[in-house]
C-alpha cells in the first residue's frame, strides 16, 4: 500500500513571499503520478499541478512549481509570490497508473493529511 | 464545460436512517470516486465505479454502498447512519483520454448525523 506523508501540518508566510510544502511518499511501484490539490474554505478540492513519475522535467503551473525526486520519494511544491487566495489547504496525492487488474484505469488517489497554508497580508 | 456536480449541499439525517448522496460526473468521464472527507481524520478512499461496476472499495464496512448510472452519474448510500459518518462527502470523475490521469472534484456534500 501507499502512503503519502506531509510533515508541516500549518505554515504561514507574508504575503509576495515563497513558501514550499513539503511531501514525501512510499510506494513500491515505478510509475505513478503525483498530485497537489488545494482546498480553499469553500472545501472544493482544485487540482494545482501533477506531475508523471516517469518524467524527469518537474513540472510547473504559473507560480507553481514541484520538486519532484524520484529517487528520494520526495514531492515538493513551490509557491512563488505568494497571494492571499493562496491561503488554503494543501493536499498532496498519489496514483497508480491504470491496473490491469481491473481492466484500466486507475484505483483513486491516496492523500496526505495536509498542510494548512496561511499567506498574511 | 460544466465540472463534477454534487446534490445535496447539505444534508441532515437521524442515526440509523438512510442518507443517499449524488454525483454527476464532468461529461465524457466513465470513472466515479467517492471519498470520505471527517474532521481529523483526512481524505479517505471510499469507492470507484467505472463504466458501471464497481472496481474497488477502500476500508469501509459494507453499509457503504452505491452505484454508478448508464449515464455515468452515481450515487452513495450510506445505511444505518452512525455519528461518526458526519462528514464531508467528495465526488470525484476521470477520463482515460485526460493526460496524467487526473481526478476532478465536485463541491461535496455535507453529511450530519444528530
Known amino acids: 500500500a501507499q502512503t503519502v506523508t506531509q510533515s508541516q501540518p500549518e505554515m504561514s508566510v507574508q504575503e509576495a513571499e515563497t513558501v514550499t510544502l513539503s511531501c514525501t511518499y512510499d510506494?513500491?511501484?515505478?510509475?505513478?503520478?503525483l498530485f497537489w490539490y488545494k482546498q480553499p474554505p469553500s472545501r472544493q478540492m482544485i487540482l494545482v499541478i501533477r506531475q508523471e513519475a516517469y518524467k524527469q522535467q518537474n513540472a510547473t503551473e504559473n507560480r507553481f512549481s514541484v520538486n519532484f525526486q524520484k529517487a528520494a520519494k520526495s514531492f515538493s511544491l513551490k509557491i512563488s509570490d505568494s497571494q492571499l487566495g493562496d491561503t488554503a489547504m494543501y493536499f498532496c496525492?498519489?496514483?497508480?497508473?491504470?491496473?490491469?487488474?481491473?481492466?484500466?484505469?486507475?484505483?483513486?488517489?491516496?492523500f496526505g493529511k495536509g498542510t494548512h497554508l496561511i499567506i498574511q497580508p | 464545460e460544466a465540472g463534477v456536480t454534487q446534490s445535496p449541499t447539505h444534508l441532515i439525517k437521524t442515526r440509523g436512517q438512510q442518507a443517499t448522496l449524488r454525483c454527476s460526473p464532468i461529461?465524457?468521464?466513465?470513472?466515479v470516486y467517492w471519498y470520505q472527507q471527517a474532521l481529523g481524520l483526512g481524505l479517505q478512499f471510499l469507492l470507484w465505479?467505472?463504466?458501471?461496476?464497481?472496481?474497488n472499495r477502500g476500508n469501509f464496512p459494507p453499509r457503504f454502498s452505491g452505484r454508478q448510472f448508464p449515464n455515468y452519474s452515481s450515487e452513495l448510500n450510506v445505511n444505518a447512519l452512525e455519528l461518526e459518518d458526519s462528514a464531508l462527502y467528495l465526488c470525484?470523475?476521470?477520463?482515460?483520454?485526460?493526460?496524467?490521469?487526473?481526478?476532478?472534484f465536485g463541491e461535496g456534500s455535507w453529511l450530519t448525523v444528530v
Open positions: 465505479y467505472d463504466e458501471g461496476e464497481e472496481r
Open positions: 470525484a470523475s476521470r477520463s482515460d483520454r485526460v493526460p496524467g490521469n487526473t481526478i476532478y
Open positions: 510506494t513500491s511501484e515505478n510509475n505513478y503520478y
Open positions: 461529461s465524457g468521464h466513465t470513472s
Open positions: 496525492a498519489f496514483m497508480k497508473p491504470a491496473s490491469t487488474n481491473s481492466g484500466g484505469g486507475a484505483d483513486g488517489l491516496t
